[in-house]
């Protein structure tokens, strides 16, 4: 406590110190007049903190007591209530959760479940015998495949026309990431189609640029490339580079064929190697039926 313009005592009242008013309970802070200022000063800072001290005991007292007064208050209603957090009070209920069921969820499910129904697929297929998968297919000959070959020889030019494969379009070649037409080598005969030079450098780990017709009996613009790919049991030939382009120029066609058969023809124009493909299946707006 500090000394007024006088240097008489100053007296702190009980009301500060959090305790009853009492015009009788006063406390005296006397420094001592024949002290040096240094150590008066000194005791004055020290009463200062005590007081502030037991301001703020009495503060978070009061606090407490509110807290769980309102707690008990709740309680007795019944009701859920937002009450202070405090270490000394009763914790407040948690309350439960409840699922929601709505679109999105529903869609999850579907998801969850779609993709269960993928791998099991997929299981199918690896459990599926190599020799099977890679079983070569007779030949079909029809209007299709005549008309085609007439177009080679008569229009193009061609010679050495040839059906090479017959084979399933499947999803993986359809697919923008993958970029690529697969010939499984043990449908096809490369000797009928190939030089002894083109399969030598193919079997180097070479590629081979070939021009590629449309089923709609177009010369695509730009080149394929025919690579060797060496898998783990089998071999495949591979048309790629300019592969989904191909398909885009030719989205009528393409659109919704998946699983359908298709043909693959080589020819050489200008003794340079190329090839055909071509649906064996007549669609709304394409190709003749087959016979």
Known sequence: MAQDATGSNKRVHSALLGYEDDDTDEYYLNAGEDEDEEEDEAQREYYRKKIMELYEEKTKMFARED????????????????????????????????????????????FITNNKMNAVERKK?????????????????????????????NKLKGTE????????????????????????????????FLRKNEKEDLENGMELKVGLLGPRLEMHENPMMLKMWHMKKTKNYVLKTNWNEFVMANEKDFKNKENTEIQVWSFRKDEDLCFAITFLEKDVEGQNDAT
Do not use: G, H, W
């Open 125 to 153: 297929r690896k459990s599926t015998p190599t020799v099977e998968k890679n079983k070569k297919v007779e030949i079909v000959k029809n209007q299709i495949t005549q008309e085609l070959e007439e177009f080679i020889t």
């Open 67 to 110: 807290a769980l007064a309102e707690q008990i208050k709740c309680e007795e209603s019944k009701k859920l209530c937002k009450c202070p957090t405090n270490n000394n009070a009763m914790q407040q209920p948690k309350p439960t959760t409840q699922i929601v069921s709505n679109q999105v969820t529903q869609q999850l499910k579907q």
């Open 161 to 192: 026309a040839k059906a090479v494969i017959q084979k399933t379009l499947f999803s993986s070649d359809l697919r923008k990431n993958q970029n690529r037409l697969s010939m499984p080598m043990k449908q096809l005969k490369p000797d009928e």
